[in-house]
């Protein structure tokens, strides 16, 4: 019973460590894909946005995670 214990605290510390250094090491965007020209090339654009209260110590992140913004057109 008491392995039981330890191994349930050890995975709850894991997962709660992990979190924490995945929320100071991470920063977060949005992207874009918008058609190159109007004629079917298969080119696109692809826009990229970060607001301003991600940027902070923007420079240090090791990862930025992208969500797709879907446009109003």
Known sequence: MMTLLIFTI???LGWVLSSLYSIKHTSNGYFTIEPYDEEET????????????????????????????????
């Open 10 to 12: 050890g995975i709850v």
């Open 42 to 73: 298969g080119f696109y654009r692809v826009n990229m946005r970060i607001p301003i209260e991600e940027q902070t110590d923007l420079i240090h992140k090791e990862r930025l995670i992208l969500y797709r913004e879907y446009s109003q057109k």
